[in-house]
């Protein structure tokens, strides 16, 4: 999910530069690497995709969709993605934030070993001290009820009301879920970032 306002950022924060790369480019490197099918980058309508590289926009499992309704709040970007998982008859979906640039292979691995291995899983979800966030994978059953989400809120109400069909993964190191919406966060992350954390690892 790539199409937020970047409100509180001043400034579309997927440019933000880190070293030669974008901070929005990370985490799709990321999800690259993992074993997905497809990867929908969903983006504004105006969005000119200079914060994604070369490759990145050549690369055959990436699928750019243009989300007219963004501006209306995150759930017009969840809803696109979702039911273009459904067109696609995909089995699940994962949300990843484009602004949480340290998650790892590792970790959505997990996540996919974890929904393969329980077969009435709902959904598995990361989660801090309990409290779930994303990343997030949700089986194809909860397709249809995340397509009724409306406004500016994401999938976190509806899985905490399913909580007993899901599995939450523990993140030890809060680091790894850290989302950059403030001129602060960028500064906090690029501290971090030159202290060893690779986002594909």
């Given at each position: 999910?790539?199409?937020?306002k970047?409100s509180r950022m001043g400034?579309?924060k997927l440019?933000?530069?880190i070293?030669?790369?974008f901070?929005g480019s990370?985490?799709l490197?990321t999800?690259?690497?993992?074993?997905f099918?497809?990867?929908?980058?969903?983006?504004?309508?105006s969005?000119d995709?200079n914060w994604?590289?070369p490759?990145?926009?050549?690369?055959p499992?990436c699928?750019?969709?243009?989300c007219?309704?963004?501006?209306?709040g995150?759930?017009?970007?969840?809803?696109?993605?979702i039911l273009?998982a459904k067109?696609?008859e995909?089995?699940?979906?994962?949300?990843l934030?484009?602004?949480m640039?340290?998650?790892?292979?590792?970790?959505?691995?997990?996540?996919?070993a974890?929904?393969k291995?329980?077969?009435?899983?709902?959904?598995?979800a990361?989660?801090i001290?309990?409290?779930?966030?994303?990343p997030v994978?949700v089986?194809?059953?909860?397709?249809?009820?995340?397509?009724t989400?409306?406004?500016?809120?994401?999938?976190?109400?509806?899985?905490?009301?399913?909580?007993?069909s899901?599995?939450?993964?523990?993140?030890?190191?809060?680091?790894?879920?850290?989302?950059?919406d403030?001129?602060e966060?960028?500064?906090h992350?690029?501290?971090?970032?030159?202290?060893g954390?690779?986002?594909?690892?």
């Amino acid at each position: 999910m790539a199409a937020g306002k970047s409100s509180r950022m001043g400034r579309n924060k997927l440019t933000l530069p880190i070293g030669t790369k974008f901070l929005g480019s990370m985490a799709l490197e990321t999800a690259i690497h993992a074993s997905f099918t497809k990867i929908y980058c969903i983006v504004t309508e105006s969005d000119d995709l200079n914060w994604m590289t070369p490759s990145q926009l050549e690369h055959p499992k990436c699928v750019i969709l243009r989300c007219p309704d963004a501006h209306k709040g995150q759930s017009e970007s969840l809803r696109c993605g979702i039911l273009q998982a459904k067109r696609d008859e995909m089995s699940a979906a994962l949300i990843l934030l484009a602004d949480m640039p340290f998650v790892t292979v590792q970790m959505l691995e997990e996540m996919i070993a974890c929904m393969k291995e329980q077969n009435d899983c709902s959904f598995v979800a990361t989660s801090i001290k309990e409290m779930i966030t994303p990343p997030v994978l949700v089986s194809n059953t909860l397709f249809d009820e995340l397509l009724t989400i409306h406004g500016d809120i994401g999938a976190r109400r509806l899985l905490e009301k399913r909580i007993q069909s899901g599995k939450l993964i523990p993140c030890k190191d809060e680091r790894f879920v850290f989302d950059i919406d403030t001129p602060e966060d960028y500064d906090h992350f690029k501290v971090n970032s030159c202290q060893g954390s690779d986002s594909n690892v």
